[in-house]
């Protein structure tokens, strides 16, 4: 129970960085999925501007400015779960 406890507090007080800690997504590929992710969401969000809008500069403005605060939106909920130890 004393090797236990000194094992936890040991784990407990590590600093663990990208190199260390292979269950942890480094910040590239974060954004390497934000910006595939957006892609296919502003495809989405153009065609469905387009069809409620019917004005193609008004859904590429709408896709557009959702491209842009949607994929900064992802990047930093990515890097807040990956800081959740839960389910890894």
């Given at each position: ?8 507090d040991k ?20 954004i390497a ?14 065609v469905v ?40």
């Amino acid at each position: 129970m004393i090797v236990d406890q000194m094992i936890l507090d040991k784990v407990a007080t590590q600093k663990t960085s990208y190199t260390t800690d292979k269950s942890s997504e480094k910040p590239l590929r974060s954004i390497a999925k934000a910006i595939s992710w957006r892609i296919i969401g502003t495809l989405d969000t153009l065609v469905v501007s387009y069809l409620l809008t019917g004005e193609i500069v008004l859904a590429t403005s709408i896709a557009s400015i959702d491209f842009v605060t949607k994929m900064i939106l992802y990047f930093f909920h990515e890097r807040i779960w990956n800081r959740i130890k839960w389910g890894k």
